[in-house]
T-cell receptor, first 112, second 113 residues
Framework: GDSVTQMEGPVTLSEEAFLTINCTYTATGYPSLFWYVQYPGEGLQLLLK?????DKGSNKGFEATYRKETTSFHLEKGSVQVSDSAVYFC???????????FGTGTRLTVIP | EAGVTQFPSHSVIEKGQTVTLRCDPI?????LYWYRRVMGKEIKFLLH????????ESGMPNNRFLAERTGGTYSTLKVQPAELEDSGVYFC???????????FGSGTRLTVV
């Protein structure tokens, strides 16, 4: 069935380190792909999205590229900040559907 | 603009009791969704309302769960009777468009003891 597999956490990095959170998916057809972020005490927020192969989503210094050949959508940031500490969820949505399939989430802690 | 509001933020109940979670979507949003994250696992879709109608309830785990959306405004999710495996965080989201325009609430953490 349709699913998302993302890197197990937690991940702890020092400020200004490079971040990669891996995400791969299994889906029928051509899904849209998303990264959501949940900061402490808040709801999930859409961080970035990509709707077709080779699209790159970007926001707040984060990037992810929709790779159909490897069924991946890895999240990257060149230099993390303490304020990036949060839980990150990879998700997909099938064409014609409104619901999302999420991964298990990866908790990121950035230390000064 | 007020966001999606969920309450309570936390609820601790005993096995066998009943709990009702409430979600107030953004005003004017026809689409309302419920999701659940069981501890350490993925967030899973429960159901989708369009106005007051259930568009898709394929994710509802069993008949102990009942969702309603009276008048197409706020929604409630009742669990009766609650079991230990129902513990988790229940998220609500609303949108006026489709899947690209979700706004999530901060969730209700339910603990069944």
């Amino acid at each position: 069935g349709d699913s998302v597999t993302q890197m197990e956490g937690p991940v702890t990095l020092s400020e200004e380190a490079f971040l990669t959170i891996n995400c791969t998916y299994t889906a029928t057809g051509y899904p849209s792909l998303f990264w959501y972020v949940q900061y402490p005490g808040e709801g999930l927020q859409l961080l970035l999205k990509a709707t077709k192969a080779d699209d790159k989503g970007s926001n707040k210094g984060f990037e992810a590229t929709y790779r159909k050949e490897t069924t991946s959508f890895h999240l990257e940031k060149g230099s993390v900040q303490v304020s990036d500490s949060a839980v990150y969820f990879c998700a997909l949505s099938l064409s014609g559907a409104n619901n999302l399939f999420f991964g298990t989430g990866t908790r990121l802690t950035v230390i000064p | 603009e007020a966001g999606v509001t969920q309450f309570p933020s936390h609820s601790v109940i005993e096995k066998g009791q009943t709990v009702t979670l409430r979600c107030d979507p953004i005003s004017g949003h026809d689409n309302l969704y419920w999701y659940r994250r069981v501890m350490g696992k993925e967030i899973k879709f429960l159901l989708h309302f369009v106005k007051e109608s259930k568009q898709d309830e394929s994710g509802m785990p069993n008949n102990r769960f009942l969702a309603e959306r009276t008048g197409g405004t706020y929604s409630t999710l009742k669990v009766q009777p609650a079991e230990l495996e129902d513990s988790g965080v229940y998220f609500c989201a609303s949108s006026q468009g489709g899947r690209f325009t979700y706004t999530f609430g901060s969730g209700t953490r339910l603990t069944v003891v």
